[in-house]
């Protein structure tokens, strides 16, 4: 069973503008990581964010936690169409050795 | 530096032929685990481990066996493929799992089951 569930499925912007995507997760985590994947590639890591962090930055991403709402959200700021590609959220809630994957939020940003 | 590297690329077989996927990593990774992953599903675990000689089961591992006789070599392979087994296969390593280092991923092996 998934442990992140990401919203919305798809998402289509132009470039320029900001994308957010959200995680919604089940179960106590240590940390919440977000990984990016292009067409017909594997997925590169972008951000970990611990449970006792509320927001972090790297580059234009920034990502906050909600523990209480057991949510997260990425933001991609002024959007490039290098951009495009799936954006995946992973939760270590069921032990250490078993990263779970959520189905992913795909982004398409057009010139 | 190669990073993380699978082969094959593509894979066809039919029902019921075996086959081994391969990963390999020069990072010197303790960890690594191989995914699989469909359409409207995400990743799934299949496999992982955390050091050689160590394996264990994840959130689908029924049809698949692994086994980690060195550091760098972590093949996964399927007894008797079925048509539920078309996926694409992901394997993906890391420094220290314990340390929230995060995972390095290979490209990925596309398989078809026919």
């Known amino acids: 069973s998934q442990q992140g569930e990401e919203d919305p499925q798809a998402l289509s912007i132009q470039e320029g503008e900001n994308a957010t995507m959200n995680c919604s997760y089940k179960?106590?985590?240590?940390?919440l990581q977000w990984y990016r994947q292009n067409s017909g590639r594997g997925l590169v890591h972008l951000i970990l964010?611990?449970?006792?962090?509320r927001e972090k930055h790297s580059g234009r991403l920034r990502v906050t936690l909600d523990t209480s709402k057991k949510s997260s959200s990425l933001l991609i700021t002024a959007s490039r169409a290098a951009d495009t590609a799936s954006y995946f959220c992973?939760?270590?809630?069921?032990?250490?050795?078993?990263?779970?994957f959520g189905a992913g939020t795909q982004v398409v940003v057009t010139p | 530096n190669a990073g993380v590297t699978q082969t094959p690329k593509f894979q066809v077989l039919k029902t019921g032929q075996s086959m081994t996927l391969q990963c390999a990593q020069d990072?010197?990774?303790?960890?690594m685990s191989w995914y699989r992953q469909d359409p409207g599903m995400g990743l799934r675990l299949i496999h992982y481990?955390?050091?050689?000689?160590?394996?264990d089961q994840g959130e689908v591992p029924n049809g698949y066996n692994v086994s980690r006789s060195t550091t760098e070599d972590f093949p996964l392979r399927l007894l008797s493929a079925a048509p539920s087994q078309t996926s694409v296969y992901f394997c993906?390593?890391?420094?220290?799992?314990?340390?929230?280092?995060?995972?390095?991923f290979g490209n990925g092996t596309r398989l078809t089951v026919t």
């Open positions: 993906a390593s890391s420094y220290d799992i314990t340390a929230n280092s995060p995972l390095h």
């Open positions: 179960t106590s985590i240590n940390n």
């Open positions: 964010i611990r449970s006792n962090e």
């Open positions: 992973a939760t270590d809630a069921d032990s250490w050795g078993k990263l779970q």
């Open positions: 990072m010197n990774h303790e960890y």
């Open positions: 481990s955390v050091g050689a000689g160590i394996t």
